[in-house]
C-alpha cells in the first residue's frame, strides 16, 4: 500500500516504475470506490491517473514547483498525492474535500479551477510572479483539448509563448469534454494524434537528459541540443503551439509512465514555454466508462451513472430533458428556431434537437463568450435562436448580453439550466448570480417556472412574444408533484399566481422552492404570490405586495442584486410601507452540500419558511 497522507515528491520521484504502476493502481480503486459512494467526475479522473503520477514524479508541489489543473475534473488523483488520502471519503460533502481545486483547501493547489480554460493564463501570471520575485520553481498546468475550444486559451498561450518563462503546459487530448468535441481544432489535433511522426520520448530524451552537466556554461549547448532535438522530431513543417512560441513535445502516451516522466523533464529542464501533448483514455482501468465517457463523465451518489445517451421522447425525468423535447417540439414547427450548446449536448437536452434538426444545431464547443454572439448574429439574420446553457457558465457572457443583444434590442433566448443550488459541486457551480447579473440589464425578460408544464409555456412565449433577451431558468433534477390543495397555487400560469386569505403577511418566490413556500404559506396561515415572470417585476405584483403590512421574499439567489432588492426598491418608489424581509444567499458563496442541505443552510425549507413567516426576523 503506498497511498498514505505523507506522499510527496521525494518518495513519488525515487519509485520504480512497477511501484509506480502500482501507485496509480491503488490511485485507481480509490476514485472508484468514493466517486461510486459520493458521485463526482469519474472519468476524465481515471483517465489522468498515469498523468498525474508523472507530474508529481518530475514537479515538486512543496519545493516551489506549481501544478495547476484546467477545470479540476482531472484532479482526484492530485488531491490523493497531496496529503488528503485520508479525508477523500468526504469529496464533494457538506464540509469535506471539494471536486475542484481549492487554494483554501491545500497549498497543493495553486489556483481555484471550476470553468474551463483559465488555466493557462493563470500558469502565465504565477510563472512570472515567481520571476518577479526571485523564486525558483516550474510551473505545470494541465489543460484538456476541450478547454482549447475557449478562446482564453489561444489570448494565453499567445502571451505566454513570447517569454521565458518556466512554463510547462500539458495538454490532456482525450478528444473530449463533456460532449464529443466538435470543430476545426479537434480535426487538427485528431491529425496530430494519428500521425506517424510522432515524438518518441523513450528513445531521445533520455540520451539527451544524461548528457546534462550539473553546473557551467555546457548547460547552455545542451539545452540547445535537446532543443534541436525536439525540434526534429516534429513534424516537416510547424504546428500550432510552435506558431505560438511554445517548444512543442508529443503526441505522448499519456499511460506510459517512463515516456511522460522523460517528456515532462525534458519541458521542465528546457526552462522556457512548452507544450508537452498527451493522449489518454477516458475512463482508463474502468471498462465501462472506457466504453461510455460521456455517460460517467460524472456519476450520482451510488454509482448512477448520467443517462446522457437517448434520444427517444420518453417521459421526461429532468427539466433538461423537458427543455430539450418541447424545443425540439418547436423546432419542428417554426425553421426559423435554432439551438446552440457549448460543448454539452446532452447535459442540457440537445441531443433531441440535433436528432431533427443538424443543421440548426450548433455545438461551440466550449465558448460561451462567442456563443452569445453567434445567437446574436443568427438573430441579427432573421433566425431564432436558443442558446441552452449552464447558470454558472452564462457568467462568461455577460459583456456580449449587454453590448451584443441587449443595445439593440437583438433577440436571442437563454435556456439557462442548472439555475439555483446544485448540490455537490460548490461554490464554483451554483446558479446563484444569474438572476443579479440579468436584472441590470435593459431589455431583458426572465420567467422561472416551477413546473415541466410552465416550462414549455415559458419557452413557448420567451422565443416568439418577447424581444431583446428572454430567459428561461430551471433547476437542477426532476421537477416536484404539486398535489391536493396546492395543485391551484402551482398550476401553470402566466406571469405570477396569488393566493390572497387577507392575512397581513404574504410570502413572495419564484422557482424550485415554490412547493417549500406553499406548504409553508398553509402552515403559517399566510397568503402566497407565486412569480413565474420574474424579470421586470410588473406593476400589478408590486401593488399585489404593498396592500401587506409585511412581506417575506424567498428565492434560491443571491440576495445582492436579487428579486427581493428589487421588490423593495419599487416599494420605495411607490410609497408603500409593506415591511419587506428577504430570505436568500447573502454576501456569500455556496459551498458543497446536497440541495436539501443547502436549502437547511439558508433558510428555505418548508419548516424554517414556517418559523419565518410566523416569526418577524
Not at 446553457?389 to 452564462?394: A, R
Not at 457568467?395 to 443550488?421: N, P
Amino acid at each position: 500500500m503506498y497511498l498514505s497522507d505523507d506522499l510527496n515528491y521525494d518518495k513519488i520521484s525515487r519509485m520504480t516504475v512497477p511501484q509506480l504502476q502500482r501507485l496509480c493502481r491503488e490511485l485507481r480503486l480509490c476514485i472508484l470506490r468514493t466517486t461510486m459512494e459520493n458521485g463526482g467526475h469519474l472519468a476524465s479522473s481515471l483517465g489522468a491517473v498515469e498523468l498525474t503520477v508523472a507530474l508529481h514524479s518530475v514537479f515538486d508541489v512543496n519545493g516551489g514547483d506549481k501544478i495547476l489543473w484546467d477545470v479540476g475534473h482531472q484532479s482526484y488523483a492530485h488531491k490523493l498525492l497531496t496529503g488528503r488520502y485520508s479525508r477523500f471519503g468526504t469529496l464533494r460533502q457538506k464540509d469535506g474535500i471539494s471536486g475542484f481545486m481549492r487554494p483554501s483547501e491545500s497549498s497543493a493547489d495553486a489556483f481555484i479551477s471550476g470553468h474551463s480554460s483559465t488555466s493557462v493564463s493563470a500558469a502565465y501570471g504565477i510563472s512570472e510572479a515567481m520571476r518577479l520575485s526571485g523564486q525558483d520553481g516550474a510551473v505545470a498546468a494541465v489543460v484538456g483539448d476541450g478547454a482549447l475550444t475557449g478562446g482564453m486559451v489561444y489570448e494565453a498561450l499567445n502571451n505566454a509563448g513570447k517569454t521565458a518563462a518556466n512554463l510547462t503546459l500539458v495538454l490532456n487530448d482525450n478528444a473530449m469534454s463533456i460532449s464529443r468535441n466538435k470543430g476545426a481544432l479537434a480535426r487538427y489535433l485528431s491529425h496530430i494524434r494519428s500521425t506517424k511522426k510522432y515524438y518518441r520520448a523513450k528513445e531521445h530524451v533520455k540520451s539527451a537528459l544524461s548528457a546534462i552537466p550539473v553546473v557551467g556554461k555546457p548547460i547552455e549547448g545542451v539545452i540547445t541540443d535537446v532543443k534541436r532535438l525536439i525540434k526534429k522530431t516534429l513534424y516537416d513543417s510547424s504546428n500550432l503551439f510552435e506558431n505560438l512560441g511554445f517548444t512543442y513535445i508529443g503526441p505522448v502516451d499519456g499511460h506510459n509512465l517512463e515516456d511522460l516522466i522523460e517528456a515532462l523533464s525534458v519541458a521542465k529542464y528546457v526552462s522556457r514555454p512548452c507544450i508537452v501533448h498527451v493522449f489518454t483514455k477516458k475512463g482508463k482501468g474502468f471498462k465501462p466508462a472506457e466504453d461510455n465517457p460521456g455517460k460517467y463523465h460524472a456519476i450520482g451518489k451510488g454509482g448512477v451513472a448520467v443517462e446522457y445517451n437517448s434520444d427517444e421522447f420518453l417521459p421526461a425525468r429532468t427539466f433538461s430533458e423537458a427543455f430539450g423535447q418541447e424545443l425540439a417540439r418547436i423546432g419542428k414547427k417554426d425553421k426559423r428556431v435554432c439551438a446552440i450548446t457549448a460543448a454539452m449536448k446532452y447535459a442540457v437536452g440537445l441531443n433531441y434537437f440535433k436528432q431533427f434538426f443538424p443543421s440548426r444545431f450548433y455545438d461551440t464547443g466550449i465558448a460561451e463568450q462567442h456563443s452569445v454572439t453567434f445567437a446574436a448574429g443568427l438573430s441579427a439574420g432573421g433566425m431564432l435562436p436558443v442558446f441552452a446553457v449552464y447558470s454558472t457558465f452564462l457568467q462568461r457572457g455577460f459583456d456580449q448580453m449587454i453590448h451584443d443583444c441587449a443595445i439593440e434590442k437583438t433577440h436571442i433566448t437563454l435556456a439557462i439550466d442548472r439555475a439555483g443550488f446544485v448540490g455537490e459541486d460548490g461554490e464554483t457551480h451554483q446558479g446563484i448570480f444569474d438572476v443579479p447579473m440579468l436584472r441590470t440589464i435593459p431589455n431583458t425578460v426572465v420567467f422561472s417556472p416551477f413546473s415541466f408544464e410552465e416550462l414549455k409555456i415559458c419557452l413557448n412565449r420567451a422565443i416568439f412574444e418577447t424581444e431583446g433577451i428572454s430567459a428561461v431558468r430551471y433547476p437542477k433534477g426532476c421537477e416536484q408533484e404539486a398535489c391536493g390543495k396546492f395543485r391551484e397555487q402551482l398550476a401553470p400560469a402566466l406571469d405570477y399566481c396569488y393566493s390572497g386569505k387577507q392575512s397581513s403577511v404574504a410570502a413572495v418566490t419564484y422557482g424550485r422552492i415554490s412547493l417549500n413556500c406553499a406548504k409553508a404559506c398553509e402552515n403559517a396561515g399566510a397568503d402566497f404570490l407565486r412569480l413565474v415572470k420574474i424579470i421586470p417585476l410588473s406593476s400589478e405584483v408590486v401593488d399585489i405586495i404593498g396592500k401587506y403590512d409585511r412581506a417575506v421574499v424567498f428565492e434560491e439567489s443571491s440576495q445582492n442584486g436579487g428579486i427581493g432588492e428589487g421588490i423593495a426598491a419599487e416599494l420605495m418608489k411607490s410609497g408603500y410601507k409593506t415591511k419587506l424581509e428577504i430570505v436568500a444567499v447573502k454576501g456569500e458563496f455556496v459551498p458543497a452540500a446536497s440541495v436539501e442541505e443547502q436549502f437547511e443552510m439558508y433558510g428555505l425549507s418548508e419548516k424554517q419558511m414556517t418559523e419565518r413567516l410566523r416569526h418577524e426576523d
